[in-house]
């Protein structure tokens, strides 16, 4: 009785110990895919072309927007879709999805965000359209990546009280970039 009773507390303190290092295991890896995540996030909005207002003017005035990644939506969704964009000083913190959702394909949306590097949002949108294998590769990737990186049906607004940007609730947008 003693030796089944020395065996079972040998055997629970074994599962506790290797459930902890299991667990350790764990944490280092989402660490570093927390790591690789950021790294990524800043390495696209250095690439990026539009990084604020700015920025963007000064694209749409130098090509017409048909031989642009905008020239994918309609006029009507551009216009909507322009209009919707907050920039802080981390680039594009918030935009309204909907023009992206439910029309482009996953290679053309990822083309627009890349615009802004917030490309890495791609696959999480909504009702996108698949039509080829590159479509199918963007989407591919949402398995390496973190969803809560950005919050759905909020958007980044501005605090003039504090000077500082917070994510508040209004749906069909997101808020990628908000401190």
Request: hydrophobic share 40%; aromatic share 10%.
């Amino acid at each position: 009785m003693k030796l089944q009773n020395l065996i079972g507390t040998i055997t629970t303190l074994l599962l506790i110990l290797f459930s902890q290092q299991a667990l350790s295991e764990d944490n280092v890896n989402l660490q570093h895919k927390e790591e690789a995540w950021k790294e990524t996030k800043a390495t696209n909005l250095l690439l990026a072309p539009i990084k604020n207002q700015i920025d963007l003017q000064t694209y749409l005035a130098s090509a017409p927007i048909e031989n642009t990644p905008l020239g994918a939506l309609s006029e009507a969704e551009r216009e909507i879709f322009i209009n919707s964009l907050v920039f802080t000083n981390k680039g594009l913190a918030s935009f309204n999805y909907d023009v992206l959702s439910y029309g482009p394909t996953a290679t053309e949306i990822y083309s627009i965000l890349a615009l802004f590097g917030a490309q890495t949002i791609t696959p999480f949108l909504p009702g996108i359209m698949i039509a080829s294998e590159l479509d199918n590769s963007i989407m591919e990737a949402a398995k390496t990546l973190q969803r809560n990186s950005v919050l759905f049906d909020y958007e980044c607004a501005y605090n003039p009280s504090t000077g500082g940007y917070y994510c508040r609730f209004r749906p069909s947008f997101i808020c990628a970039q908000c401190p």
